[in-house]
């Protein structure tokens, strides 16, 4: 059956070594310019550039306010620097990010949906190639299958993460990172525990069938 497996620390998991913050604070410049620039993010396109929302985000992204609960979906990317520093754009997987709001504060989490057989794997590259054509305009909704549903039905319930307000994003805190929305969709960056780069993700609202 799927499962949730994370992606990022955006839960109540034991605390994010301190080198995994430098690393994120050094890489993260450096791998949004070049985001940026492998999509030339600075001129006019004539087809939506996805990624061109994580690589400006800082600049055209907003803290909106949050209210009630929130359940998202879209892709989520490793990125790095490579040769010459250039950006390095892993595949993208379908992934999850949950906020909700109640009289203490907001919570949050965000997850990857992770195949367990073969059959989940071609279903879920599927999926990532169905969101792949939403962020890029060429969709305009995607369905999910009943067990996705339910899984993101019951996942989304237990976001533990306490999320705060800070330099115009939002933050998990505690762990590096943050998401601001862009548009009509969420964008985030975050540090892998181990390894180099930065993750990067792009979420639309969830909205459950009636």
Known sequence: MIELALALVLTQTPAVPPEVFQRFEAERGPVLQALSAKYACDKPAKTPKPLCAVAQMEEKGTAEDLRGKNTFVGLTWIVKRGKAGKAEVGEPKVSALALNKDSV?????????????????????????????????????????????????????????????????????????????????????????????????????????Q
Request: hydrophobic share 45%; glycine share 12%; aromatic share 8%.
């Open 105 to 209: 504060g907001v919570w949050g989490a965000l997850t990857e949906i992770a195949p367990q057989n073969a059959e989940e794997r071609t279903m879920l590259a599927g999926l990532a190639k169905d969101y792949t054509a939403l962020l890029e305009g060429r969709k305009q909704t995607v369905p999910l299958p009943a067990d996705v549903r339910a899984l993101l039905a019951a996942w989304s319930k237990s976001a533990n993460h306490l999320v705060e307000k800070k330099d115009g994003a939002w933050v998990f805190k505690g762990a590096p990172g943050a998401f601001r929305k862009v548009g009509e969709r969420w964008v985030s960056v975050g540090a892998p525990r181990g390894g180099e780069g930065i993750i990067v993700s792009i979420f639309v609202p969830y909205v459950e069938p």
